[in-house]
């Protein structure tokens, strides 16, 4: 079955300490990105990567890393967490033609207290 | 710069009304449209998209979308509702002439939709 997946689902962490969201795409899809979702303000992209070692910043890029060693992988970093960095994320994966649809992970719920 | 407007953070409608999410857009050159799915506790769900051609696009679940260029808008629309369409919805725009990057879509902050029974 053509999917995302994200891990994990739900993650309830402390300021400060490191975490990864992993993202893994079973599509071969060259395109990945990574996006936070708020009440209020919808989906914000974060990085994004048009191919293996090609990564760039998105609109709210602020506190975060990202990598792309492997086609199918695109993990989100959190070196430092903080409160405001508390929401829930999303990966996305399509190819690169401007008509392509992205496809969407389940998403991740994170909370950083 | 590229933008999405949705101007209804919530919309109720009656189960077997017909029911309209409203969407408006604003890109430097032509766009590509889409329009996505959230239900309760899951990932996005893609719906239609508009690229090209005929301005009335179909899509899963019974949705359709009408593109309008001199409106900008590109609303989504069903002729009969479920309890089941209750959800999320996301308006999503891509500019065609965007060459600095490859597929990043600009969501609008969507609209939750009620179908009451």
């Known amino acids: 079955e053509a999917q995302v997946t994200q891990n994990p689902r739900y993650l309830i962490t402390v300021t400060g300490k490191k975490l990864t969201v992993t993202c893994s795409q079973n599509m071969n899809h060259e395109y990945m990105s990574w996006y936070r979702q708020d009440p209020g303000l919808g989906l914000r992209q974060i990085y994004y990567s048009m191919n293996v070692e090609v990564t760039d910043k998105g609109d709210v890029p602020e506190g975060y890393k990202v990598s792309r060693k492997e086609k199918r992988n695109f993990p989100l970093i959190l070196e430092s967490p903080s409160p405001n960095q508390t929401s829930l994320y999303f990966c996305a994966s399509s190819n690169t033609d401007h008509t392509d649809t992205q496809y969407f992970g389940p998403g991740t719920r994170l909370t950083v207290l | 710069a590229q933008s999405v407007a949705q101007p209804e953070d919530q919309v109720n409608v009656a189960e077997g009304n017909p029911l309209t999410v409203k969407c408006t857009y604003s890109v430097s050159g032509n766009p590509y449209l889409f329009w996505y799915v959230q239900y309760p506790n899951r990932g996005l769900q893609f719906l239609l998209k508009?690229?090209?051609?005929?301005?009335l696009v179909k899509g899963s679940y019974g949705f359709e979308a009408e593109f309008n260029k001199s409106q900008t808008s590109f609303h989504l629309k069903k002729p009969s509702a479920l309890v089941s369409d209750s959800a999320l919805y996301f308006c999503a725009v891509r500019d065609m002439e965007d060459q600095t990057g490859a597929n990043n879509l600009f969501f609008g902050t969507g609209t939750r939709l009620t179908v009451i029974p």
């Open positions: 508009y690229i090209t051609g005929d301005n």
